[in-house]
């Protein structure tokens, strides 16, 4: 196992770094094009400038994305070849779609958006704006896709001569009821994040007395954006819950850190796991917790009586609620691979057996039911830090909103060091959403059909460990690169955009 240790720790390095720069492109693309929209309503040069200076930000922040986002794609094929060899038809073609339509979309309109200014009409300019923001944003759809269809497999059937998954509807694939709440989700989530770098680094500047007109110029486009997506957050975020709820009832469990189904389950506000609870004992599974009665039924099963079955249901079963132990998934499991091995030798009656059990496939690899359960306090306490900040997002911008609609906003010094303190924040949010979907869900590398230690290449773990720092030194080094050049850029100010260097 140390070599597939090694090896979700490289894919996870590379994920974490790569979504460090993608929702700043997924936020900053359309609020740029909202500037730009204004400017050309309005004719007011400062919002060109305006317009001109966090575009010079955006590019920064998307150059660098790009180059972790390709070295992960190649990581399939090295890291992953197993997985790559059973579903590689179908997790590559919305991949191939990204790149033919969505990229080759932004890419083409990039160079016209950043270098056409006097070259192009203006509104041809504003139009590859906006063409550059539709394209990064469909980018992140097809990418979403891919990922969930691993977390919801659809569309597709296995074929046992070849021993891979064949694609049956792409039209399924792409209208996943997974896949298109996790990317509305996602990308409100980068909305949010760009929100908060405008509103940030505009507070920045009226702490510093900087560029006063622009900074609250942006800063009220940053709060009227971020509240906006904020609420488009929390209802994408109670379709998101509602689809793990039925689609994977372990991710849930874990997430709340529920153990035994209930009825008029709620929903855990803020709470302190026991450290010795294991599933099957009778230790409490909360050493202090607050919670918000029938807020999880509701948020599962639309309905206040609704159940919710625990760690301990899906593991042992529960008849009277049609929950089926994981002893009983593991024997089908092994049922279907051993049919899967004898297929040659018995083609009819194991291709029979392969389709009745097929659907536990991946269960058929573990080796205890424990291991069916994902690690609950990372996924308990990651979900509950991104909903807690999501919450105290939604509330700075209204107060920022507010403040800047009576013009009052200069004078409270806490809540524009609090925008310049919440950026970080931001990320920290996405990030923990980002372990909340990936921890919660393992051992998956495609839910229930395969594990992840059946996904990874069998290397030799030393070759992995020497790639993992190579792209942990070169990947710091790119975010070094990005936030000194971001820095030095915002220290230059709206004033390198503009004739005049008193606004």
Request: proline fraction near 4%; hydrophobic fraction near 50%; aromatic fraction near 14%.
């Amino acid at each position: 196992m140390e070599h597939v240790d090694w090896s979700r720790a490289q894919f996870g390095l590379t994920a974490i770094y790569h979504f460090l720069f993608v929702p700043l492109t997924l936020g900053l693309s359309f609020i740029v094009a909202i500037m730009e929209s204004i400017y050309l309503k309005t004719k007011d040069e400062r919002w060109k400038t305006i317009t001109k200076f966090w575009l010079t930000l955006f590019g920064i922040n998307f150059a660098i994305g790009v180059a972790t986002g390709i070295i992960m794609e190649f990581e399939f094929g090295t890291n992953w070849a197993n997985y790559s060899w059973f579903v590689g038809d179908i997790f590559g073609a919305p991949l191939a779609v990204e790149g033919i339509v969505a990229f080759f979309l932004e890419a083409t309109f990039f160079a016209v958006m950043f270098f056409g200014w006097d070259k192009v009409s203006p509104r041809f300019h504003l139009l590859s704006t906006w063409l550059v923001a539709i394209g990064s944003n469909l980018s992140a759809f097809w990418i979403l896709v891919a990922n969930g269809w691993m977390q919801y497999p659809i569309g597709t059937m296995f074929n046992p001569a070849t021993a891979r998954n064949e694609m049956t509807s792409f039209l399924e694939i792409a209208l996943s009821p997974v896949a298109v709440p996790k990317f509305l989700h996602t990308i409100a989530s980068g909305y949010v994040i760009s929100a908060l770098f405008v509103m940030g680094i505009s507070a920045w500047y009226l702490l510093k007395g900087r560029h006063i007109i622009m900074a609250k110029r942006s800063l009220v486009v940053g709060a009227s954006f971020g509240l906006l997506t904020s609420v488009f957050l929390f209802f994408s975020g109670d379709e998101s819950a509602y689809q793990v709820t039925q689609k994977q009832p372990m991710k849930l469990a874990a997430m709340e850190g529920i153990y035994d189904g209930e009825h008029r389950a709620g929903l855990v506000a803020f709470g302190i796991l026991n450290p010795k609870k294991k599933p099957g004992d009778s230790e409490p599974t909360f050493l202090f917790d607050f919670t918000i009665p029938y807020a999880l039924s509701i948020l599962g099963q639309r309905d206040k009586q609704g159940f919710i079955p625990g760690i301990n249901d899906l593991l042992f079963g529960n008849e009277k609620k049609g929950v089926i132990s994981m002893d009983s998934r593991m024997e089908s499991g092994k049922k279907a691979v051993q049919a899967l091995s004898d297929f040659n030798a018995a083609m009819d009656s194991a291709q029979q057996i392969l389709q009745e059990n097929m659907h536990n496939f991946g269960y058929g690899y573990l080796e205890s039911k424990e291991q069916a359960v994902p690690p609950v306090a990372i996924t308990f306490y990651s979900f509950h830090i991104m909903v807690a900040l999501g919450s105290l997002f939604f509330l700075l911008f209204i107060i920022v909103l507010y403040l800047c609609m009576a013009n009052n906003i200069t004078n409270f010094r806490k809540i524009l060091w609090l925008c310049v303190i919440a950026v970080p924040f931001g990320y920290i949010a996405a990030e923990a959403g980002w372990i909340v979907a990936e921890v919660g869900r393992q051992p998956w590398a495609i839910q229930d059909l395969m594990p992840v230690h059946i996904a990874a290449t069998n290397l030799a773990y030393t070759n992995v460990q020497i790639s993992f720092f190579i792209f942990l030194t070169l990947f710091t080094l790119l975010l070094c690169a990005e936030l000194g050049i971001m820095a030095k850029q915002i220290r230059k100010g709206f004033h390198t955009h503009t004739t005049s260097q008193k606004e």
